[in-house]
């Protein structure tokens, strides 16, 4: 894969992607990417005006692009089943799917609308369900992708089962890290989970670096955008993760320049935390127990 770019995209005509959080950065720029090789992409935006706006955008960039917005609050899992019982209902199958949306070290403890810690609660209990109510939709189109978006800082992450929610101490890197260590072990124990029973749905995890996004102008050190990457250029490993035909289960993708901080994608390695399958497992069975939300593979 030397120095692969989007224009190596496959025609992906006749297919459906969902992309969460599809209205800034990384997102925007997967669906955009999607879209122009021809998939039809559901933008799943919390915001109706920002989702507005940007499939405006999206459409100017790329005229012939088939795009729809959805409302999708990660951090209300009404607002969860609502999404998919729509798409369920209108479309039926699903081909890709991006859960990319994402909040970044918060600097107060904030809570989702079931009481999760936020971090948590978006970037990984919200995607665990939404992933668990589109299955029947992706198991309905064999090789249907699953890709979750994680972060370098995975390597700092630790699921703390004995303070999940940070209640009793809040850290905000720590948060993070923690949420992006679980998209991590979320795709690694699905892979595994497909593999036993026999389903045909790939599941993948990338990282996008260092890239210059919304998520970073709020939290970031002020020199950020001088050393970032393009939003453009972090999206990459998603979209190889999306649409690469010879990617397989549990595979997992990042830049591959200095320190994977920036550059074209390759398949890079997790942190030994992410690899355990107890810890992967302990995560799932809590993540079903917090969202009620069980996955039927078989
Ligand atoms: N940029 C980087 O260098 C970097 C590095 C490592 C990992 N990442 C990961 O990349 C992903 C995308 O981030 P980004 O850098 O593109 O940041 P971004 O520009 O801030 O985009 C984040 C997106 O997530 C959406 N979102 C946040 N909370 C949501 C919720 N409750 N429900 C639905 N959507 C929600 C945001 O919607 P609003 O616009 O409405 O807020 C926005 O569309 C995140 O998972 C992040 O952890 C980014």
Redesign the pocket.
């Known amino acids: 894969m030397a120095k692969w770019t989007a224009e190596e995209i496959p025609d992906l005509g006749g297919q459906v992607a969902v992309v ?9 720029e997967t669906a955009l990417e999607l879209a122009r090789h021809g998939a039809h992409v559901v933008m ?4 109706e005006g ?2 507005t706006t ?1 499939r405006e955008q999206v459409r100017a960039q790329a005229p012939s692009a088939s795009l729809e917005l959805s409302l ?5 899992l009404t ?1 969860v089943r609502k999404f998919a019982e729509a798409f369920l209902g209108e479309r039926g199958r699903l081909d890709v799917l991006v ?6 070290a918060l600097p107060e403890r904030r809570l ?1 609308a079931e009481g999760f810690e ?1 971090q948590l ?3 990984h209990l ?1 995607h665990f369900a939404l992933t668990g109510l589109l299955l029947p939709a992706l198991l309905a189109r064999p090789g249907a992708r699953v890709v979750s ?5 995975h390597k700092t992450g630790k699921i703390r089962f004995d303070d999940l929610q940070a209640e009793r101490r809040y850290r905000k890197w720590r948060a ?1 890290g923690q ?2 260590l679980a ?1 991590v072990l979320f795709t690694f124990e699905l892979a595994r989970r497909a593999q036993d029973a026999d389903a045909p749905v790939v599941t993948a995890v990338a ?12 939290t970031s050190f002020s020199g950020a955008r001088v050393f ?1 990457q393009s ?1 453009a250029m ?1 999206a990459l490993p998603i979209l190889f993760a999306a649409t690469e035909p010879d990617v397989v289960g549990g595979e997992f993708f990042g830049p591959r320049g200095f320190m994977q901080q920036r550059g074209h994608p390759t398949r890079v390695k997790a942190a030994r935390a992410a690899r355990d399958p107890e810890t992967a497992r302990r995560l799932w069975a809590v993540s079903e127990e917090l969202t009620g939300i069980t996955y039927q593979l078989g």
């Open positions: 969460t959080g599809a209205n800034s950065g990384l997102g925007y799943a935006c919390r915001d920002r989702g940007a999708l609050d990660l951090a209300d607002s859960n990319n949306a994402g909040v970044m989702t936020m609660g978006t970037n919200g978006v994680t972060s370098f800082a993070y949420s992006k998209n990282h996008p670096g260092f890239a210059a996004t919304h998520l970073q102008d709020q970032a939003a972090g």
